[in-house]
């Protein structure tokens, strides 16, 4: 509850604490890993649901999508 409340406190501010406070929040809390655990699940899980795309569409077109798409950074 306290991280919770912490982070409802300084996400969003510009202020340097705050984004210090933030970013220690995201390293305790292991956030970048669990994220890339869920992107490539969900990576792994678009292959298999691409695999069995009715053909009306060649899966070519949604595996080119997802490549735009997986592990881009901002």
């Known amino acids: 509850k ?12 510009d202020d340097e604490q705050a984004v210090r406070r933030v970013k220690s929040l995201y390293k305790d809390l292991d956030l970048e890993n669990v994220y890339l ?8 899980c ?3 649901l691409i695999e069995n795309v009715d053909e009306l569409i060649p899966s070519a077109v949604f595996r080119d999508l997802l490549l735009k798409i997986y592990k881009r950074e901002k």
């Open 2 to 13: 306290k991280q919770q409340e912490l982070l409802i406190e300084s996400y969003g501010k």
């Open 37 to 44: 655990d869920y992107e490539q699940k969900s990576y792994e």
């Open 46 to 48: 678009l292959n298999i």
